[in-house]
């Protein structure tokens, strides 16, 4: 029999869902960076092109 089966573990099934949340958030929030005008993010370009507007 696998030792590991066996062992009696206090792992708290809510700290996973804490985790799937703030991962989340976390992902929402970087993806709202790129539309904020002020905020220097690395994937914005100053020069826009003449066809977006």
Do not use: E, F
């Amino acid at each position: 029999m696998n030792s590991t089966a066996s062992q009696n573990t206090n792992r708290l099934p809510c700290l996973d869902w804490l985790r799937v949340i703030a991962i989340g958030v976390l992902l929402m929030y970087h993806i709202g960076m790129v539309y904020v005008p002020d905020w220097g993010y690395h994937y914005k370009n100053p020069v826009a092109g003449g066809w977006i507007k």
